[in-house]
């Protein structure tokens, strides 16, 4: 009796020593560096140091070009499977965040703003918001490369085989949902949770995405900053980020997969003539 006794009074001891800590502000703080280091936090480091190694060449920055998806391999079938095991992996902090604000009850990823029903609506949403930041988007890229502040962006320098379009529209999807699902979703979470006011998440999210697209200059920087204020604005009123989602992806989509049209259409407007 005083064995059975004493295991059992040593055993709520036991579970509350295993039992996982309370989030503290220290360890959001540690999470969203832990996420954000593992995704597009590195990504803006890099950016950030990629357009200061730009802006010390002797070449000017609107003489420079940006890549967004280049070819991994001179070999077509190695090619393909780089470019999609860089999707697959690129996607794991989107599953990283998804298992961190998973809730028990449904929908279990309300805090990302997903699971909602009204997929209808939100295609429609989508594609005013695409129309909304695509067209002044493009004017905002032709008047920086005018201005000298932007690089030649150059969406896809990849070969074309049959594989390419579908590998371009899955690299669509991986950006939109790495950037709406850690940039607005999963970060506007964590604020929350850390008390930040609606105006400051806002801001903070536009210029965390402005800052990992300064590679292609400060026209990219300027436009990304300003489609941040607008999908900040509309999830902290509608907290959906599937709207997002899929503006983003219509988005990228018409830049990968349009633009050898549009380069060979028009290409002065690509400093291609």
């Not at 959001?28 to 140091?49: D, K, R, T």
């Not at 000017?60 to 999609?84: C, H, K, V």
């Not at 905002?140 to 896809?156: D, E, F, K």
Request: aromatic content about 12%; some cysteine; charged content about 10%.
């Amino acid at each position: 009796m005083t064995t059975n006794s004493a295991a059992e009074a040593a055993a709520p001891a036991a579970k509350s020593a295993t039992s996982t800590p309370p989030l503290t502000n220290g360890r959001l703080w540690s999470e969203i560096l832990i996420v954000l280091g593992l995704s597009l936090g590195a990504s803006a480091v890099y950016s950030i140091v990629s357009i200061v190694n730009r802006l010390t060449r002797e070449e000017a920055l609107s003489d420079q070009s940006a890549t967004i998806n280049e070819s991994m391999s001179e070999r077509p079938i190695f090619d393909l499977i780089y470019q999609l095991l860089s999707i697959g992996f690129g996607l794991v902090p989107v599953a990283l965040v998804c298992y961190l604000l998973w809730s028990a009850t449904k929908p279990h990823l309300s805090r990302l703003g997903l699971g909602q029903r009204g997929l209808a609506k939100d295609v429609g949403l989508a594609f005013a918001l695409s129309a909304a930041i695509g067209i002044p988007g493009l004017a905002l890229y032709l008047g920086s490369r005018a201005l000298g502040i932007n690089t030649t962006v150059v969406p896809t320098a990849l070969d074309t085989y049959w594989w390419t379009v579908p590998v371009l529209i899955l690299a669509a999807l991986k950006a939109a949902l790495l950037e709406e699902i850690i940039v607005v979703g999963y970060l506007f979470a964590r604020l929350r949770d850390l008390a930040w006011k609606p105006w400051q998440i806002i801001l903070g999210s536009a210029v965390l995405r402005g800052s990992y697209h300064l590679y292609q200059g400060f026209g990219g920087f300027i436009g990304n900053v300003a489609m941040g204020l607008v999908f900040g604005y509309f999830y902290q009123r509608f907290g959906r980020t599937r709207p997002l989602i899929i503006a983003h992806w219509i988005l990228d989509i018409v830049s990968f997969v349009g633009y050898s049209w549009a380069a060979q259409t028009f290409p002065e407007l690509f400093g291609l003539k």
